[in-house]
């Protein structure tokens, strides 16, 4: 075979020189970067590190199961105004709580635990847990100091006659300071819708009377009995029925009788509770309207 056979094949340009230079100068070039340059990864975390870190987890984790495990504190209150709210989160019971407020409703006030448990019922255990919170008025504590001022102004002020409001006039209204005609009028259109008044309560539901003003109408004025009020049969009130009582609207009356009708007769306020829409934080004043 001739060698000018093959002689074409081993002349270049200048050009395809310099690009043959080129390639070998890369190759050597990576070749020198693979032998002396370590690509190894390196861990992003040292063992030291990683130990600091599992000793910071352990105090972290404590602190933790302490947030889950506080317990509300509670402040000194009078036990003569818990509300269902408050007294639901002191662990009484639906029918101690309606206890103390029937009691309330008589314009007495209980003056010590032990009175306390005599009208609510509560056991043992649960006045001992409550007690070290009731905070009762300095005259409670100290009878005697206040009984060797016979003459004082807070001697008269006990004596005051105060009026049933289910009794009241238009003129015994206005006699309290803030309320003039309009508002004696609207409380007694108040009463008219309802028969009369169940409890003082139902004041704060006006438009238009004031805190400051309830509170006044509270001093000159009380529920003295329940009146005899025509009562709303709620297992067989039409929905029209129910919604001639002021506290009901038409939603809510379909709830309610949509609530019999799955459920059977309603037989008292616990099963009110479970009703969709109905106003809870006024149960206890809807119920002596109702006949169960």
Do not use: C, H
Not at 233 to 261: C, D, G, Q
């Amino acid at each position: 075979m001739k060698t000018s056979s093959f002689s074409p094949y081993f002349k270049f340009s200048k050009s395809q020189r310099n690009g043959i230079f080129v390639l070998l100068t890369a190759i050597v070039v990576f070749q020198m970067l693979y032998f002396f340059v370590d690509f190894k990864t390196k861990p992003l975390q040292t063992e030291d590190k990683r130990q600091q870190w599992m000793d910071l987890q352990t105090p972290i984790d404590s602190l933790q199961r302490e947030k889950k495990v506080q317990i509300p504190k509670i402040y000194p209150f009078n036990p003569n105004f818990i509300t269902d709210f408050k007294g639901y989160k002191l662990g009484m019971s639906v029918a101690e709580i309606d206890r103390l407020l029937a009691y309330r409703q008589t314009n007495r006030y209980v003056n010590s635990g032990e009175e306390f448990q005599k009208v609510t019922g509560v056991s043992d255990s649960l006045l001992r847990s409550m007690s070290p919170y009731f905070k009762f008025p300095d005259w409670v504590k100290n009878k005697s100091k206040f009984k060797s001022f016979p003459n004082t102004r807070l001697e008269s002020k006990q004596v005051k006659a105060i009026l049933d409001l289910n009794l009241a006039t238009q003129e015994d209204l206005k006699k309290v300071y803030g309320i003039g005609d309009g508002l004696s009028e609207r409380i007694l259109k108040e009463k008219t819708k309802f028969g009369a008044f169940v409890s003082m309560e139902q004041l704060k539901d006006i438009w238009g009377l004031s805190p400051e003003v309830v509170e006044s109408l509270n001093k000159d004025f009380k529920i003295a009995t329940i009146p005899d009020v025509k009562k709303i049969n709620i297992n067989s009130a039409s929905v029209k029925e129910l919604m001639n009582f002021p506290y009901f609207r038409y939603a809510l009356a379909k709830s309610i009788v949509t609530f019999r009708s799955m459920n059977g007769e309603i037989k008292n306020t616990e099963d009110l509770i479970k009703i969709s829409g109905f106003p809870v934080d006024k149960i206890k004043i809807i119920a002596l309207y109702l006949e169960f």
